[in-house]
Each structure stands twice: as C-alpha cells, then as structure tokens.
C-alpha cells in the first residue's frame, strides 16, 4: 500500500492550496481517509477526515472548520484537501492516511492503517 501526497509549498496568509493524495494497493472505497498535520515542534495532529465509499460524511478539527474542504475521487484513487483562507498557524508537513474503523473514531491516529510521506505547507505572514 502507498500514499503519496502532493500539491505542498509556499502561500502568503489568505491563500489558497490544495493538496492530493494518491493511493495504491489497497480497495481505495473501502478506506475512510483523513489528513493530520505536524506543526514545527509539535505533535502530529487531526485536521479532517471523509468517510469510506461515496465520502458523505466528513469531520473537520475546529482549527480548519470553514476554511478547509476535505473530499475524494474513487475512481482517480485520491483524496483531496481544499485549503482555503491560509494563516500562518497553518503552516506544517501534512500528511494523508487510510483506515477502516468507523468514522467517528477516525480523529485519532491509532485508527490509520497506513500513512503517506507527508508534503509541506508553509504559509508566510
């Protein structure tokens, strides 16, 4: 199984990006998927995750709510997270990760069964 994120870089605060994640080697509709971020000097946390099969439900942490838009393609494989309204707090390596449990236990990493590299995020004030 791999996860290969993409779409990171530099945006001045109140831009947007939008990152990808590609998945392979696993039944991709039968993974909920979720993106989690590691600020410099801090520990990895939650920030969305969309539920397995069609994607209708989605959690987002408090931090991102409003601003961030999670969603996936089944048939490309990939999940996508929308940044919009960037701040420099937002600034981290995120990372995209599959799992399988029920969604509502999905903000905690010990329910991913695999994880991709990670692509950074860096946004200037």
């Known amino acids: 199984v791999q996860l290969q994120a993409s779409g990171g870089g530099l945006v001045q605060a109140g831009g947007s990006l939008r990152l990808s994640c590609a998945a392979s080697?696993?039944?991709?509709?039968?993974?909920?998927l979720g993106w989690f971020r590691q600020a410099p000097g801090k520990e990895r946390e939650f920030a969305a995750v969309?539920?397995?099969?069609?994607?209708?439900?989605?959690y987002y942490a408090d931090s991102v709510k409003g601003r961030f838009t999670i969603s996936r393609d089944n048939a490309k494989n990939t999940v996508y997270l929308q940044m919009n309204s960037l701040e420099p707090q937002d600034t981290a390596v995120y990372y995209c990760?599959?799992?399988?449990?029920?969604?509502?236990?999905?903000?905690?990493?010990?329910?991913?069964?695999?994880w991709g590299q990670g692509t950074l995020v860096t946004v200037s004030s």
């Open positions: 990760a599959a799992g399988s449990t029920i969604i509502t236990s999905m903000t905690m990493q010990s329910q991913y069964a695999y």
């Open positions: 080697g696993l039944t991709f509709r039968n993974y909920g």
């Open positions: 969309i539920s397995r099969g069609g994607g209708t439900t989605t």
